[in-house]
């Protein structure tokens, strides 16, 4: 139990929705990052936030936004929601922005139909 | 970016075995971690080890940096050490990159 927590931990979506997930971070962790896992594959980096700011981006386009709130949680937007967004969803959270270790939640699974 | 390389990328063992994982990188690196991820996806951390080596219980990991290549060795395998293993590093900036998994299947 790594106390990162992620809701939902499955939905369904249809082409073109939007989607907001969701994650808190460990106790004492500032700075929260977003990966993306399809299926088979290694997770990619989204995004990181640190003190309510985006502090870095993957390769992914603008449809994907986030959000960090004054407690450290935070949320994965989703645009315009295409098939190939159907993926695991991770939330990592750390100490801080530099060389540290990452703790990871559960995950969303998010399908698109 | 730093490239990130796992063997052998599937790996059957028969319980009671021992195995080694292999993960290398291309470039110098401030963090590395090793995973577990379990069927539900859920990535569990073994090790954070960027350099040296270190032990718990079964497990063991050593990272080699100036070599660029860690390895995580699994003795006496269990059929719960099923599942798929990952190394992830960070050389600078903000991401962890993650290599493509190694698929571990321990058979009774």
């Known amino acids: ?113 | 970016g730093i490239q990130v390389e796992q063997s052998p990328p599937d790996l059957i063992l028969q319980e009671g075995a021992n195995s080694t994982l292999r993960c290398n990188f291309s470039d110098s690196v401030n963090n590395l971690q090793w995973f577990h991820q379990n069927p539900w996806g859920q990535l569990i951390n073994l090790f954070y080890i960027p350099s040296g080596t270190k032990q718990n219980g079964r497990l063991s990991a050593t990272t080699v940096a100036t070599e660029r290549y860690s390895l995580l060795y699994i003795s006496s395998s269990q059929t719960t050490d099923s599942g798929v293993y990952f190394c992830a590093v960070r050389n600078a900036g903000n991401m962890l990159t993650f290599g493509g998994g190694t698929r571990l299947m321990v058979k009774p």
Do not use: M
């Open chain 1, 1 to 113: 139990e790594t106390g990162v927590t992620q809701s939902p931990t499955h939905l369904i979506k249809t082409r073109g929705q939007q989607v907001t997930l969701r994650c808190s971070s460990q106790s004492g962790h500032n700075t929260v990052s977003w990966y993306q896992q399809a299926l088979g594959q290694g997770p990619q980096f989204i995004f990181q936030y640190y003190r309510e700011e985006e502090n870095g981006r993957g390769n992914f386009p603008p449809r994907f936004s986030g959000l960090q709130f004054p407690n450290y949680s935070s949320e994965l937007n989703v645009n315009a929601l295409e098939l190939d967004d159907s993926a695991l969803y991770l939330c990592a959270s750390s100490l801080s922005t530099g060389p540290g270790e990452l703790f990871f939640g559960e995950g969303s699974r998010l399908t698109v139909l």
